[in-house]
């Protein structure tokens, strides 16, 4: 856990179908935490399928990082409500940057990886990892646990560290 592997970009694109934790609706906003690092979207107002569409980077230092995610209702006079979590495992992620060097793809766009909806991930519909000229991207879109509905969608990219192209 030494080197950086890379910078992750990951963009928060969009809730979908999110519970209700005030009066009729809920002011969503997620927490993202990757390692000791952790950064945190905009608030929406009274919205159950918000838009964030925000970028939020991190450096990635270990080879089998787990990004997590928390869904949380902004509230003036009280505790902040949660609204679920979900976790996302870069493994493949990180098996698709390396694999792109061996293969060398570089230009167009290339799916490279499939990861499908399984009893160990969050993930909610099939997500393909590709290389669009030469960044190793994931789009996915995460059900958020431990709440009666909800799902997140994400774009994830990885960018290799300065000086190892």
């Not at 928060?12 to 979207?41: C, M, N, Q």
């Amino acid at each position: 856990m030494g080197e950086p592997l890379g910078l992750l970009q990951v963009t928060v694109i969009r809730g979908k179908k999110l519970v209700i934790r005030d009066f009729k609706s809920s002011d969503p906003y997620v927490i993202l935490k990757l390692g000791t690092e952790s950064a945190k979207t905009k608030v929406i107002n009274n919205c159950l399928n918000p838009v964030w569409d925000e970028e939020l980077s991190f450096t990635l230092k270990d080879p089998a990082a787990v990004l997590s995610l928390e869904v949380f209702d902004k509230d003036r006079f009280k505790a902040d409500d949660k609204m679920g979590h979900a976790t996302l495992s870069l493994q493949p992620l990180i098996s698709v940057a390396r694999l792109r060097h061996i293969v060398r793809v570089s230009s167009g766009e290339t799916t490279l990886r499939k990861v499908l909806p399984d009893s160990d991930n969050c993930v909610s519909r099939e997500s393909t990892i590709s290389c669009i000229d030469g960044e190793v991207v994931q789009s996915v879109w995460l059900k958020l646990c431990a709440v009666e509905s909800g799902e997140i969608e994400l774009k994830i990219k990885l960018i290799d560290p300065p000086g190892t192209k």
